[in-house]
């Protein structure tokens, strides 16, 4: 059945616009999504137990060496083996999408729901998230590595500043919608605080779109990742990540295209893992 | 409609003024004095001195600010340190070719959207409705320099039939159809996510409209499905779309400059690059508020256009 099939629209009301799929490939969707983070995941994390290779350790006349039993993924510029430095590298993406991220929606929703309890505060908060967002993402990311410099500190806090006034602005949304309703008058009625009604009414009711964006935004946070590095503001040699060892392989890729296929592979199904989970999320909640 | 204009115009100025004062308080706090490091380690003091003086870093911060704002409105960009030159000059030779990109690729998401959008919204078939979801799903999440090494693998390496970097070696405006050759792939690169998004905007929007009342009165008069989603769908959902095209230019900006690295296309992203990594803090600085800029006024523009488009907000706006 799809969408505009006309024996559905009949009993549905107008002003609906949420597009009906079938369950079952939402539910796909989601399992689909799981299992590419988890295996991602489960590489990150066993994978660097599994190889005998150091990803730092440089071996005497491995030059940029193609797949073989020894080196599966072949050996980089500098003598390295690249299964492990891509499966280190995983763990720098994990690392920055499963820490930086929730740090960045933490301390962006603490903020948009404190300024929704001042007037004054609000205005001036939301002023500074227009600003924030004024700069598309990778511009601002620019625009930080400049001060700060490259290096993986310097992608954390590109992407928690990143994060910021998008969940300030989501969960500031979300408040003053759930604000309107009538439970929360009652509960204004017979006299609870600001502070209590948001506690204990408002932002248990806003977490749904707070969680949607999080798988979102750790999909952009690999690309923010690997955009750096591309751009030479990222993760500095001679730690590995998922776009550092890719921007090494760029330069051979008339010589060797395989270098790039494992850090390019790893990073779509890591981002489309992520992808089908916010996909997934968002249509169960229109549902 | 001018009034509408007025109406929305005060807070877009704003935002770019308060951004106009962030990008230069954040470039001034950088550890490191400029005069410093253009003098070299072996300067004596009196020489650092000098530099400062010259580059005017010696005034009081809101004089700087104000030489800055005031020469950016009055189109004198300043003067790069390292590079070397006039930015201006410098911008002037990287636009066209960042202009050119960002159309291209533009051009060619807004073409894919319009046939797949419609097509995506009124199939019946389950198989052209599966194949397009993947293709949304891809094209939106895959980052931009995922598709960008994998087109240069598949059609510059493993088959060699396009150039994978750089511009025509005679100009853009020499011979049109070899520089179609060196646009092809970095315009595809950048405009596949645009080309998702608008896609996935579309059908969602035609689903809605399809679903209205007056689609049903249509149908029952006898029109044919296929000139209902293009005759009369598509034309309530084309609002949305413009609005969803208007957000997606920060994506094109920054998209542009990863694209630009990739493939080696000499515009302003690979300006913006060599400016980082040689700390010309002047370019970096023009650079940056010339994005916000174009960031905040297609997004102003957008609204405009939205509302002329659709008159509840326009009349909604002016009441």
């Known amino acids: ?287 | 409609m001018t009034r509408y204009l007025l109406r929305r115009a005060p807070s877009a100025l704003i935002v770019l003024w308060l951004a106009s004062v962030l990008i230069f308080l954040v470039l001034r706090a950088i550890p490191g004095d400029a005069a410093a490091a253009l003098a070299g380690p072996d300067a004596s003091p009196e020489v650092v001195a000098a530099i400062r003086h010259d580059l005017g870093l010696d005034l009081p911060v809101v004089t700087q600010y104000g030489q800055w704002i005031g020469g950016l409105l009055s189109g004198d960009l300043g003067r790069s340190y390292l590079i070397g030159g006039d930015i201006a000059e410098l911008v002037g030779d990287g636009l066209g070719n960042t202009v050119t990109l960002t159309l291209a690729a533009l051009v060619l998401a807004v073409l894919v959207a319009l046939l797949l959008g419609p097509l995506w919204a009124a199939t019946r078939s389950r198989w052209v409705d599966r194949a397009l979801t993947a293709f949304h799903t891809a094209a939106v999440a895959l980052p931009t320099f995922v598709t960008g090494v994998l087109l240069i693998i598949v059609f510059g390496v493993l088959f060699r039939v396009l150039p994978t970097g750089g511009v025509p070696p005679n100009g853009l405006l020499d011979r049109v159809d070899i520089t179609v050759q060196y646009l092809v792939l970095p315009a595809v690169c950048l405009g596949l996510p645009v080309a998702g998004v608008l896609t996935g905007f579309l059908a969602e929007t035609l689903r809605g409209e399809l679903r209205q009342d007056y689609v049903t009165t249509v149908r029952a008069a006898g029109v044919k499905r296929r000139e209902v989603v293009l005759r009369h769908a598509l034309r309530g959902a084309l609002p949305v779309a413009i609005t969803t095209l208007g957000l997606q230019t920060g994506a094109l900006l920054g998209g542009a400059v990863l694209v630009e690295s990739i493939f080696a296309w000499p515009g302003l992203g690979l300006l913006v690059e060599q400016g980082i990594t040689r700390r010309d803090y002047p370019v970096v600085q023009v650079l940056l508020m010339l994005s916000v800029t174009v960031f905040v006024l297609v997004q102003l523009l957008t609204d405009v256009i939205h509302a002329w488009l659709d008159p509840r907000i326009r009349l909604g706006a002016a009441a």
């Not at chain 1, 689909?32 to 489960?42: F, K, M, N, R, T």
């Not at chain 1, 005497?60 to 690249?82: C, Q, Y």
């Not at chain 1, 600001?194 to 952009?220: D, K, Y």
Request: proline residues 7%.
């Open chain 1, 1 to 287: 059945m799809t969408a505009t099939d006309p024996t559905a629209t009949a009993e549905e009301p107008v002003e609906v616009a949420v597009p009906q799929r079938p369950t079952t490939f939402r539910r796909g969707k989601g399992l689909v999504g799981l299992v590419l983070v988890g295996v991602v995941v489960a590489l990150g994390v066993i994978g660097p137990l599994l190889v005998p290779w150091d990803p730092y350790e440089q071996i005497p006349g491995a030059n940029l060496l193609g797949p073989s039993a020894e080196h599966l993924l072949g050996t980089d510029d500098l003598n390295r083996d690249v299964l492990a430095r891509l499966l280190s590298g995983i763990r720098v993406d994990l690392l920055i999408s499963f820490g930086a991220v929730p740090a960045g929606a933490l301390l962006g929703c603490a903020i948009g729901a404190l300024a929704t309890l001042n007037n004054v505060l609000d205005v001036a908060v939301q002023r500074l998230f227009d600003v924030l967002l004024a700069f598309p993402q990778l511009i601002l990311a620019i625009g930080l590595a400049a001060v700060i410099g490259p290096g993986t500190t310097s992608v954390v806090i590109v992407v928690v500043t990143v994060e910021i006034p998008i969940f300030g602005r989501l969960l500031r949304a979300a408040v003053l919608r759930v604000r309107e309703s009538q439970f929360v008058t009652a509960a204004e009625v017979v006299g609870a605080g600001r502070g209590h009604i948001l506690r204990t009414h408002v932002l248990p009711n806003s977490l749904e779109p707070v969680l949607v964006q999080l798988a979102l935004s750790m999909s952009v946070a690999v690309f923010i990742e690997g955009a750096m590095s591309v751009l030479g503001i990222g993760v500095s040699p001679p730690h590995p990540s998922l776009g550092a060892v890719l921007t090494t392989s760029l330069r051979y890729l008339d010589l060797n295209p395989l270098f790039a296929i494992g850090p390019l592979a790893v990073t779509a199904v890591l981002v489309l893992g992520f992808q089908l989970i916010a996909q997934a999320a968002n249509a169960a909640r229109g549902a």
